[in-house]
C-alpha cells in the first residue's frame, strides 16, 4: 500500500523559513510528477507548486512564485518545498501529491493528482 508521508511543518513568524519533506513508501514515483497543494480554514483546496519526473520543470501559483522553491531527489524517492519569506497567508494545511499517470505535465488540476498524503500544518504568525 502506497503512503505518503511529509514532514516540516510547524509554528514560525511571518518573514521565517520551513522546508516540507515527502517520502512515499510502498513504492517508488520516479518518473511521475510530484507537487503540493494546501488547504487553508474555510477554504478550497489550492494548488501550490509541482515538478516533472526528470526535476527539469517546475510550476508554482503566483502566490508563492519567488518565494517556495520545489525539489526532488529521485534517488532518494523524496519531494521537498523550501518556503521562504512566510507569510500569515501561507497558513494552511499542505499535502503532497503524486500524479495518477507517469511521464505527465505539470498540471494545477487536484484531479490530476492520485496520490495524496495525510497533510502537515504550517501556520504562520504575524
Known amino acids: 500500500q502506497v503512503h505518503l508521508v511529509e514532514s516540516g511543518g510547524g509554528l514560525v513568524q511571518a518573514g521565517g523559513s520551513l522546508r516540507l519533506s515527502c517520502a512515499p513508501s510502498g513504492r517508488t514515483f520516479s518518473t511521475y510528477t510530484m507537487g503540493w497543494f494546501r488547504q487553508a480554514p474555510g477554504k478550497e483546496r489550492e494548488f501550490v507548486a509541482a515538478?516533472?519526473?526528470?526535476?527539469?520543470?517546475?510550476y508554482y501559483a503566483d502566490s508563492v512564485k519567488g518565494r517556495f522553491t520545489i525539489s526532488r531527489d529521485n534517488v532518494k524517492n523524496t519531494v521537498d518545498l523550501q518556503m521562504t519569506p512566510l507569510k500569515p497567508e501561507d497558513t494552511a494545511v499542505y499535502y503532497c501529491?503524486?500524479?495518477?499517470?507517469?511521464?505527465?505535465?505539470?498540471?494545477?488540476?487536484?484531479?490530476?493528482?492520485?496520490?495524496w498524503g495525510q497533510g502537515t500544518q504550517v501556520t504562520v504568525s504575524s
Open positions: 515538478i516533472t519526473w526528470s526535476g527539469r520543470s517546475t
Open positions: 501529491v503524486v500524479a495518477a499517470v507517469p511521464r505527465g505535465l505539470i498540471t494545477t488540476t487536484l484531479t490530476s493528482y492520485g496520490y
